[in-house]
């Protein structure tokens, strides 16, 4: 009797470590199985442990820092991520800033911005590439609304029609990055340069 209220004793002990060392706070990550599973061995960019002994007791390596440490010794106070130079936009790497005319204000879109490709048959060639990805399902092959989605999703117009014919490029721009009433945007799909290629197409399909 005794050794039995004994086992049972023990078994609760231990299934209780076990339920607790599963338990994660907002300071405490709980425990990890196999730690060094999960610290990568790069600087990870949100991550700054700069004491090089930290998690020692569990590193694999032999490059004298602890499995935990994550920080940058060359950049400044020891950051992973540099900060932008001040007073500066960051641009992508063919130039182009950030498209930060605001989705209700089409009207000066459409009056203002110019393509900056030209329309050579390799840019269009590329649009095409796009939208048969990106808006063929709605618009259709031909751009006249007919794409198996824009069937049953409907509402979509065709490109050739009015007033959807007469539509500037800043404007087809506009509606790409932003969308418009029931179609969604797609700034975070393409990329500045990607939008400016499609719109080269759609142009084409215009006229269609
Ligand atoms: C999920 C379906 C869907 C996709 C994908 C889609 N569209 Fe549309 N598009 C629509 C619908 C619906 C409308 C009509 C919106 C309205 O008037 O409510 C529309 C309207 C338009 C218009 C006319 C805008 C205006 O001012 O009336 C243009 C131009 C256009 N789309 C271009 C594109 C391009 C380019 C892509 C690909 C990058 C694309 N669309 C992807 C559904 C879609």
Redesign the pocket.
């Known amino acids: 009797m005794f050794i039995y209220s004994k086992l049972r004793f023990y078994i609760g002990f231990v299934g209780v470590a076990l339920l607790t060392s599963c338990g994660a706070g907002v300071d405490d990550p709980g425990k990890e199985y196999a730690p060094n599973m999960y610290h990568a061995v790069p600087y990870e960019p949100l991550k700054q442990i700069k004491d090089v002994d930290a998690g020692n007791w569990v590193s694999s390596l032999d490059d004298g820092q602890g499995e935990y440490f994550s920080s940058n010794p060359i950049n400044p106070d020891s950051m992973n991520m540099r900060e932008p130079v001040p007073n500066t936009v960051r641009r992508s790497e063919k130039g182009y800033l950030p498209y930060r005319i605001p989705k209700d204000s089409?009207a000066w879109a459409a009056a203002n911005l110019k393509n900056p490709l030209d329309s050579t048959q390799a840019i269009i060639g590329e649009g095409q590439v796009?939208?048969t990805k990106?808006?063929?399902?709605?618009?259709g092959a031909n751009g006249k609304?007919d794409?198996k989605?824009?069937k049953v999703?409907?509402?979509?117009?065709s490109?050739s029609s009015r007033?959807?014919k007469d539509?500037s490029e800043g404007?087809?721009f506009h509606?790409?990055t932003h969308?418009?009433?029931?179609?969604?945007a797609?700034g975070s799909?393409?990329s500045i340069e990607e939008?400016w290629k499609?719109?080269r197409y759609?142009q084409q399909l215009q006229n269609q």
């Open positions: 089409i796009l939208y990106f808006c063929g399902p709605c618009h609304g794409g989605v824009g999703y409907q509402g979509v117009p490109y007033p959807v539509y404007h087809i509606v790409i969308g418009i009433r029931r179609m969604g797609h799909q393409l939008r499609v719109v759609v």
